[in-house]
């Protein structure tokens, strides 16, 4: 070997040395080392926000969540343009409830999101780079678990955004709960730390779209009241079916189930750090207190109304008008619940739209209008009566004999729909039927011949909504039309010939059949007129089956 070969060689091997000797500098683990060691604590938080900042810049803009986002404008979209502030009569304290469904869109972007991040360098098979980092892996866990909280203020944006849109309608009413506003990002958050736990466990791919499918079927079993799991996942999902209550005697353990989103969000949250080595005393005497705390949440969401609830619920039942504010709009004293107190104006509305077609001195009344609540509707699979007696016993009480039924539902949807116009029906009854000068005489559940004919044409035509939703009724019934009190077996019906004349009628100017009622209004109001002179008076053509119609009913001629 010649000299220059001999200095070439002893250059390489002092080169290979040196790096042999630096290896540890750059960051490889020391044998017997499980991660690198500790930086500075100062750097190390330096690192740690800049990787959360990051990472959140990445989860805002990452697919699942744009696309989340981007679905919920559409629905959203969807519904104003289809119906419009204007056709919504909200109830604030029922849609802060109906916010959290739709951010279950975002959550699961959340979950998909926080576990694709936490598992993308072992996706492109760069796992062995996070040995060198200065960041040992639960500061990364960590910095991951931060960058969940900018979706969490997306979701309360969006919250906040919606129930400010319904606020806004003219006919809201009632008050939202922040603790109702504040359980839809929570569940974002949930989904977040769920994420983050769960790629500490498995860096599979297919482990995030199935834990959505998880989330959904909880949330499927809280809204088909699966015994014991209607509080165990992120919703507790009431029926939409249910009448609006004053908050006072609503029976949802809202505080406690975010409480219990908190603790197992925080509990997910640990468990991940400790899962990437962050295994000090104090962080396992954390993940089980809040073990304790969740079930201890868990459990106490499941306590029986207390007596005091029952009690309340019974006095507003039997008699409303203690809790209630009465004052005088128009021809008629309208009587509600605090919360309810802005809906008296479109009450108003039927009311008037009703009182216009009569004679002026039917005009006057007294009439009154009450807003009651009934609690025995459907009561294991049995439909019950109303208590008629408490009421009329309450409404002689507070100086409003006889007044007109009408509930918390409104709106112009099917089931709004059916309560308006069982309220419109009700007050037209209460005009035509039993009259101011007759004694506040209870109407009889099946309208029939002139009279029915009266009281429907009177009710549908009182606003554009409630001739909408006789003509939606009619669809959805054979052989006339019939309207519940509250969803209880107390009802008003009115046979098909009669309800074949109304049709025809609203198809009429309305005041050529105004008219007409008037100038022959002691003639449709005695239930001795027939339906066929009914219809003649009115201007309307006489059904076919007028008279066999009414056989084998209470409306049959004796």
């Known amino acids: 070997m010649s000299g220059n070969q001999a200095k070439a060689h002893q250059a390489e091997e002092r080169r290979t040395t040196v790096i042999a000797d ?140 919606r129930i400010a849109y319904y606020a806004l309608a003219p006919t809201a009413v009632g008050t939202p709960s922040p603790v109702e506003l504040a359980t839809g990002p929570a569940v974002v958050v949930l989904a977040g730390c769920t994420g983050a736990a769960l790629a500490r466990f498995t860096t599979a791919v297919s482990a995030g779209p199935f834990a959505v499918l998880l989330f959904g079927a909880l ?23 249910a009448a609006p209550l004053p908050m006072n005697l609503r029976d949802r353990p809202a505080l406690t189930h975010l409480v219990y989103l908190a603790a197992v969000s925080g509990l997910l949250a640990l468990i991940a750090l400790v899962r990437a080595g962050l295994r000090t005393l104090p962080a396992r005497g954390a993940v089980a207190l809040l073990a304790v705390a969740a079930v201890v949440a868990g459990a106490g969401q499941y306590r029986s109304p207390s007596e005091s609830l029952d009690e309340h619920r019974t006095a507003a039942e039997k008699y409303p008008g203690d809790q209630q504010r ?42 009154a209008v009450r807003q009651r609540l009934f609690f025995g509707a459907d009561r294991e699979g049995v439909t019950g009566r109303p208590p008629l007696e408490a009421w009329a016993k309450d409404d002689a009480r507070h100086h409003t ?51 029915a004919v009266t009281v429907l044409w009177l009710a549908a035509q009182a606003t554009p909504e409630t001739a909408e939703a006789l003509r939606s009724l009619e669809q959805r019934s054979i052989g006339g039309v019939t309207l519940s009190t509250l969803g209880s077996s107390d009802s008003l019906s009115v046979n098909g010939p009669e309800a074949q004349v109304v049709r025809e009628l609203l198809d009429r100017p309305a005041d050529e059949v105004g008219d007409r009622l008037k100038s022959s209004w002691d003639t449709l109001v005695d239930d001795r007129t027939s339906t066929k002179e009914a219809a003649e008076l009115m201007g309307a053509s006489v059904p076919e089956d007028s008279e066999q119609g009414s056989e084998d009913t209470a409306c049959a001629v004796s």
């Open 22 to 161: 630096d290896s540890s500098i750059v960051g490889a683990p020391s044998p017997g080392q499980s991660f690198p060691p500790e930086p500075e604590p100062r750097s190390a938080r330096h690192a740690q926000w800049a990787l959360a900042l990051s990472e959140s810049g990445r989860a805002l803009r990452h697919p699942a969540v744009v696309a989340a986002l981007l679905l919920y404008a559409a629905l959203w979209a969807y519904e104003a343009l289809s119906t419009g502030l204007d056709s919504r009569y909200p109830v604030l304290q029922d849609e802060d409830r109906y916010t959290q469904m739709p951010l279950l869109l975002l959550a699961a972007g959340a979950l998909l999101t926080t576990h694709m991040a936490m598992t993308r360098m072992h996706r492109h098979g760069a796992e062995p780079l996070c040995e060198v980092l200065t960041l040992p892996p639960w500061r990364q866990t960590l910095a991951h678990l931060v960058a969940i909280l900018p979706l969490a203020v997306l979701a309360a944006f969006v919250t906040l955004s």
């Open 219 to 241: 949330v499927l079993c809280s809204a088909l009241e699966v015994r014991g799991m209607k509080w165990l996942g992120p919703l507790g999902v009431e029926s939409e079916f």
């Open 401 to 451: 004999p006889s007044a007109v039924t009408v509930g918390t539902q409104w709106g112009t949807d099917e089931i709004g729909g059916d309560a308006m116009l069982s309220f419109a029906v009700r007050f037209s009854a209460r005009v035509v039927v039993d009259g101011p000068a007759r004694g506040g005489e209870a109407a009889p559940q099946t309208l029939c011949r002139a009279p």
């Open 326 to 367: 009465c004052r005088r709009d128009g021809k008629v004293t309208f009587c509600a619940f605090p919360e309810f107190q802005g809906r008296t104006k479109d009450w108003r509305q039927v009311t008037d739209g009703i009182l216009r077609r009569v004679p002026d001195d039917q005009q006057n009344g007294p009439y």
